[in-house]
């Protein structure tokens, strides 16, 4: 359980980016393959922005992480389907898993909110502003419309009769989609002020240092 789940953990309080891997709690049907196949980032992505200035964002690094993310996601769909014997009265292990994939969905979610409230609490040295709160309420609604969008494809992706021949397509896809989530993060970080930005993101090293 620790191996499954720490490395995650600490992927979300640092990233916000969320499960790069497949990842499925601890019960549910597949976990054990999920465990064994998870993989994590090569370096890890900030807590700050990965840019310098919201005029100038650096595309190049974004899309070295998201091309990376991209690959880790697919990998772990094709170790878990290698890895799973499905019953045999069962033939679309799309259907078999989806709900076991809804509830590592949902506990991902779960752990963002973590890293949300640290963003909405008042207790720091420079809380968000009201106009800041609109954005990061603005940042919010399109991080939950891209992981949809991942959820779904991985279904999909799931379901294909032969991955091999449409993997790059899929690849394309979640490289798009992962890089949009970071586009808008960065958008969103290098839009507050200096003072709550660094509220911020040392807020979130401080919570990655207390949970190591």
């Known amino acids: ?21 497949i990842w499925i709690p601890e019960g549910n049907f597949g976990w054990e393959a999920a465990n064994k196949c998870y993989v994590t980032l090569n370096s890890e992505i900030p807590p700050k ?8 964002l650096d595309r190049i690094k974004m899309a070295a992480y998201a091309i990376e993310s991209a690959e880790l996601r697919i990998s772990s769909i094709d170790c878990i389907r290698d890895s ?16 076991s ?10 752990f ?3 890293e949300w409230r640290i963003l909405l609490a008042e207790n720091r040295p ?18 939950n419309e891209i992981k949809q969008e991942i959820f779904a494809l991985t279904l999909e992706y ?30 969103f970080l290098l839009s507050l002020s200096v003072e709550s930005y660094l509220s ?8 990655k240092e207390k949970s190591e």
């Not at 420079?126 to 309420?137: D, F, G, R, V, W």
Request: aromatic content about 10%; glycine content about 4%.
């Open 158 to 187: 799931l379901s294909e009769k032969n991955p091999n021949s449409k993997r790059e397509r899929y690849l394309e896809l979640f490289t798009g989609y992962y890089g949009s989530m970071l586009r808008e993060r960065d958008k």
């Open 84 to 99: 799973i014997t499905l019953p045999d009265t069962e033939t679309n292990i799309s259907k078999v898993l989806s709900p």
């Open 200 to 207: 911020y993101t040392e807020a979130l090293k401080q919570r």
């Open 49 to 56: 922005a990965i840019s310098q200035n919201i005029q100038n």
């Open 126 to 143: 420079y809380p968000l502003t009201p106009s800041e709160m609109t954005l990061a309420k603005q940042w919010l609604e399109s991080h």
């Open 112 to 114: 963002f909110q973590l």
């Open 101 to 110: 994939l809804l509830s590592g969905y949902q506990m991902e979610e779960s």
């Open 1 to 21: 359980m620790v191996k499954q789940t720490l490395p995650f953990l600490f992927c979300i309080i640092v990233s916000g980016i969320n499960s790069h891997s």
